[in-house]
């Protein structure tokens, strides 16, 4: 795949992943008390409503530089910030370790697996563009036929 037809596809996936990822982080913090808390022998505890808004910027700010870095074609600096923006996603998972998350209205299961999902397709585009770094990050004047 060319640098030009990654840069699309990671263009459409980050604006999606961006997107649900405010439906779903809003949701979250505004109706924190909705959602299924993790009974007292979790071994983690329930992150506050505070914690979940800072973590949705911080994961957010690490998407942006991820792009920054595409666009300058430092791939694998892209790829390890992507990486880490997918943890926005990835992390949605901890709702179905706690007691009752499967009774959660189906709009929010429904914005919740989304995001699992848009988390899972940045890291595997990240996983795929470190793989393939030296290719992406030459210009196509300088690409060997």
Known sequence: MSY?????TLWWLLGVAVLVSVVHYVDNYVNYRDYPVPGPDAPVPAPSATLIAVAWFVFTASGGLGAMLWLRRRITGASIALAGYSVSGLIGVAHY?????????????????????CGIGVLLFALWA?????????PATQRVA
């Open 97 to 117: 370790t706690a007691p009752g998350a499967f009774d959660m209205v189906w709009w929010r299961q429904a914005h919740v697996v989304v995001d699992i999902g």
């Open 130 to 138: 470190a793989r393939n770094a030296t290719a992406l990050s030459r």
């Open 4 to 8: 030009q037809r990654a840069s699309r």
